[in-house]
């Protein structure tokens, strides 16, 4: 359900407060219910990872970090590279996260985010070219490992990972390989790795995650805890700059008439314009506060 049961301690007033509010247009902080919270970003967080990234949407704080190896293709996919991503929710963020709560909640956040963000089992949609990883067809490949951990959790978790996500891979340099010439068809080739020259991410099309929460017979943005706690059912939908839908995903157990999804997926894509619009240029200023620091 990606949310956190010890934060649900909420009297029946201040339940009827939040739905009440939601329902005309004005959530308990101010904001409408097509409001995002403050966002920020930070990139180049962890120094030895080859991108990493900081995101806070108001007090919901997670980092991304990228790492690359060099493997081998997958035998159904000799051309392209892979990439996997892992969750991890530090019980400094929340008391119910140590032990097997915390394991829960990053298993299905890990799922959620292959989801919607790699397009699915057939790779179809993806926001990265995995082709682009291809180092020796059949042979060697980059493999990309996602990390991300959930720092401070105050709802909206998957959309923050999302973002977290996306700009930890545009700050993320892959070293230039070389392929040395020569081996036979049967052996590994050898490679030599740069250590001075780097490709970059062309992140452009990679998707945002846009949660809407139902609360009532209304839905929001961005949902805190508090709203969470209140929600029926909630739609993850992962859309491009080209207003592509490359996933979706859906928790709780309340069922959705088709044609209600269909109104979240298309609301979902006219607000991820401005989500995509507010990330790209915090992750460029966060770049350019980078390159002054270094």
Same mark, same amino acid.
């Given at each position: ?16 407060? @939040? ?6 247009? %004005? ?41 690359? /190896? ?42 959620? %985010? /292959? ?21 020796? /067809? ?5 493999? %990309? ?25 545009? !700050?993320?340099?892959?070293?230039? &390989? ?5 081996? *036979? ?11 001075? /020259?780097? %490709?970059?991410?062309?992140? *452009?099309?990679?998707?945002?995650? &846009? ?8 839905? @929001? ?18 859309? !491009? ?29 006219? @607000?991820?314009?401005?989500?995509? !619009? ?17």
């Amino acid at each position: 359900m990606f949310t956190v049961s010890a934060m649900v301690g909420l009297s029946l007033g201040e339940k009827q407060f @939040i739905k009440g509010g939601i329902a005309q247009d %004005l959530r308990t902080d101010g904001r409408k219910r097509s409001t995002y919270r403050p966002i920020f970003v930070e990139t180049g967080v962890i120094p030895q990872a080859n991108g990493s990234a900081r995101v806070m949407i108001g007090a919901t704080e997670v980092i991304a970090s990228v790492k690359a /190896e060099l493997g081998r293709p997958n035998p159904s996919h000799p051309d392209k590279g892979k990439l996997s991503i892992f969750v991890d929710c530090s019980p400094t963020a929340e008391p119910s996260f140590e032990g097997r709560g915390g394991d829960d909640l990053a298993s299905e956040l890990s799922l959620a %985010l /292959e989801r919607c963000l790699l397009g699915g089992k057939s790779g179809a949609g993806a926001g990265i070219d995995l082709a682009s990883l291809s180092i020796v /067809e059949g042979k060697v490949c980059w493999d %990309l490992y996602i990390d991300g951990l959930v720092i401070s959790s105050d709802g909206n978790l998957l959309d923050a990972l999302g973002a977290a996500i996306k700009a930890a891979l545009s !700050n993320t340099g892959i070293p230039k &390989v070389q392929v040395a010439s020569g081996a *036979s068809p049967d052996e590994l080739p050898e490679v030599d790795i740069s250590d001075e /020259e780097f %490709l970059q991410f062309d992140t *452009s099309r990679f998707p945002v995650i &846009v949660t809407l929460t139902k609360v009532g017979s209304h839905y @929001i943005v961005d949902a805190t805890s508090e709203e969470e706690s209140q929600m029926s059912s909630a739609l993850s939908v992962s859309v !491009n700059r080209e207003g592509q839908i490359c996933g979706v995903t859906k928790r709780g157990g309340a069922g959705l008439d088709p044609s209600v999804i269909l109104d979240m997926i298309y609301f979902a894509k006219t @607000i991820s314009e401005q989500l995509i !619009n507010k990330l790209d240029s915090q992750i460029a200023a966060a770049e350019a506060c980078e390159e002054d620091d270094s």
